[in-house]
């Protein structure tokens, strides 16, 4: 079945520091890869996606994601975390240009002062 | 401004009380669709629409009814509650999924509690 995992609930890093949340595919063929934040009480938010060409992408907020075809891993990054990255991370997989998309669990990232 | 908005943010009801879910977008988007979040589930589809008069399930189908007689409108219907229906909905809009690229655009949410 395809799918796609974050394999940590929670990351905490201290402010400052270079953060990384986690992400791998089961997909067959090239599929499409996505990053949404959520905010409290908020709807999620578009961060970044990878559809194909340059494995590094650039997004909001200064976040970036790098997409391995070997590893199946779509890991989001960001050099220095700020307390207002402190929300709820979803990581997404479209399998094909005609399949709907696929959400992960969520990684609730902390950033802490 | 480009958005989706849902009504009611927030609705407690009680068990076999019909209810309706409003979703609405203003970008002209031909795909909508319906998910429930959970704790440690992440995010569930519900049934989606390619376009007017066109729906189709998701992954949890079971309980809810959808329409799609505008191409704005995406109402997610109830027709008899249950408590295991308690939680976070959202609505999301994305331009037509065969481009593959498209991202999705999501309401504000409701919260649904069922008593």
């Known amino acids: 079945a395809q799918s796609v995992a974050q394999p940590e609930d929670q990351v905490n890093v201290a402010e400052g520091n270079p953060l990384t949340v986690k992400c791998t595919y089961s997909v067959s063929g090239n599929p499409y890869l996505f990053w949404y934040v959520q905010y409290p009480n908020r709807g999620l938010q578009f961060l970044l996606k990878?559809?194909?060409?340059?494995?590094l992408v650039k997004g909001s907020y200064g976040f970036e994601a790098e997409f391995n075809k070997s590893q199946t891993s779509f890991h989001l990054k960001k050099p220095s975390a700020l307390v207002s990255d402190s929300a709820l991370y979803f990581c997404a997989v479209r399998p094909n240009r005609d399949d709907k998309i696929i959400f992960g669990k969520g990684t609730r990232l902390h950033i802490l002062p | 401004e480009a958005q989706v908005t849902q009504n009611p943010r927030y609705l407690i009801t009680v068990t076999g009380k019909k209810l309706t879910v409003t979703c609405s977008q203003n970008?002209?988007?031909?795909?909508m669709s319906w998910y429930r979040q959970d704790p440690g589930l992440g995010l569930r589809q519900i049934y989606y629409?390619?376009?007017?008069?066109?729906?189709d399930k998701g992954d949890v189908p079971e309980g809810y009814k959808v329409s799609r007689k505008e191409k704005r409108n995406f109402p997610l219907i109830l027709e008899s509650p249950s408590p295991n229906q308690t939680s976070l909905y959202f609505c999301a809009s994305s331009p037509r999924i065969a481009g593959g690229t498209d991202t999705q655009y999501f309401g504000p949410g409701t919260r649904l509690t069922v008593l």
């Open positions: 629409s390619m376009n007017v008069e066109v729906t």
């Open positions: 990878y559809i194909t060409g340059d494995n």
């Open positions: 970008m002209n988007h031909e795909y």
